[in-house]
């Protein structure tokens, strides 16, 4: 008899790193693999969905305007029971830090099925931040029967919590497949009227890029004054770059940017890119200043540098390498990082040639064999 999957994701990020799992349980012919999507994001999941060719054998369509935790962690629960009732799976896949991944974690235990925790073991150790992904991820790990960690230190942090080392694998990280599957995909195709031709038209590739995205709940307010403020700083003392900042349409964000950056020249401010083209510009970029957490793991397989606007973060193993700066939203710090990247060649290459500390792109084959095995 088969082994029954079911895996469950709702927003985009995890959509882009479960991706490469459904399709690796999809062309293993020894297993039957379902797939539930929560939709907590709707247009912006459909798209990678689109991109990656998946249809969900389940949607449960619960994103709400001004939806709260509260009802977002019942609605999937209570919504995820008929789904569980009528697939019966063996195993529940869940990923990250996510409302969906915790929430379908506690629904997939009440049904008995065992429980795998993709991205799993991740920690900054403080419930508040980032809020309230580490202690959703805290949660999952508590739920899971399986971790797939993406690194050793990531394992290290679940041992330390008390599970069992037979239960965990270190796979390195999906999103690594996800990117180079992608990357290879938005420079094989061609994209009519799409946002990739849009950016193509809009920027001067022979100018140095710099990316920048910015969206943490943590640095709304004056986190978020002071990079704005920074990138209004670099920008004018360096005339010959195009800083491109796709701009969240949250208002705490898209408000205080376009107020502060909107007349800048050499900055041009974008709405949220699609996944292909998002992928394409990152590796079109010089280098990059985010406060994104798969930003930290996918530019280093591309050789882009990442200063990061956050004090403290779930992925040490970056910093460690190189491969990523903590600059928090310190303004003097993002200036004076970014220029050092944008004037002194031996240090950028120095960052952009180091190792990817999140894998090389077989993450989810791992996680088969190791599942094939049980």
């Known amino acids: 008899m088969k082994k029954k999957n079911l895996i469950i994701f709702g927003t985009r990020p995890e959509a882009i790193k479960m991706a490469p ?21 709707r247009e912006m999941l459909d798209q990678v969905l689109e991109f990656y060719e998946i249809t969900p054998d389940f949607d449960l369509d619960l994103m709400k305007p001004n939806q709260n935790l509260y009802s977002l962690t019942a609605d999937i629960i209570t919504h995820l029971k008929p789904v569980l009732e009528e697939v019966k799976p063996d195993y529940v896949y869940v990923h990250g830090d996510t409302t969906t991944s915790t929430a379908s974690g506690i629904a997939a235990f009440y049904s008995g099925a065992k429980v795998c925790h993709v991205e799993a073991g991740l920690r900054t150790h403080n419930r508040q931040y980032p809020f309230p992904e580490e202690f959703n991820r805290q949660l999952t790990g508590k739920i899971a029967d399986y971790h797939f960690a993406p690194t050793t230190l990531s394992k290290d942090n679940l041992l330390r919590e008390n599970v069992s080392e037979k239960n965990i694998l270190v796979t390195g990280n999906t999103v690594i497949d996800a990117l180079l599957f992608g990357i290879e995909k938005v420079n094989t195709t061609t994209f009519e009227d799409s946002e990739i031709k849009m950016l193509n038209e809009t ?8 990316l920048v995205t910015g969206h943490r709940r943590e640095n709304h307010g004056e986190g978020l004054l002071n990079i704005c403020t920074a990138l209004k700083e670099i920008s004018a003392k360096n005339p010959d770059i195009q800083i491109v900042y796709p701009v969240h349409l949250n208002p705490n964000v898209k408000g205080p940017v376009h107020d502060l950056l909107g007349d800048e020249k050499n900055i041009i401010l974008i709405a949220p890119l699609a996944y292909p083209a998002f992928i394409w510009l990152m590796e079109k970029s010089h280098s990059i200043i985010t406060d994104s957490g798969g930003i930290q793991e996918e530019a280093p397989s591309l050789g882009k540098p990442v200063l990061v606007t956050r004090t403290t973060t779930e992925r040490p193993e970056a910093v460690a390498e190189g491969t990523v700066i903590l600059v928090g939203t310190n303004k003097d710090k993002i200036v004076e990082y970014t220029n050092q990247l944008l004037s002194n060649e031996q240090q950028y290459n120095a960052m952009s040639k180091l190792h990817n500390p999140y894998g090389d792109g077989k993450a989810a084959q791992k996680i088969v064999d190791y599942i094939k095995a049980l």
């Open 21 to 41: 799992l459904v399709k690796a349980f999809k062309e293993d012919t020894t297993f039957e693999t379902y797939v539930c999507v929560t939709a907590q994001h």
């Open 203 to 210: 920027l001067d590739f022979s100018k140095k890029i710099v």
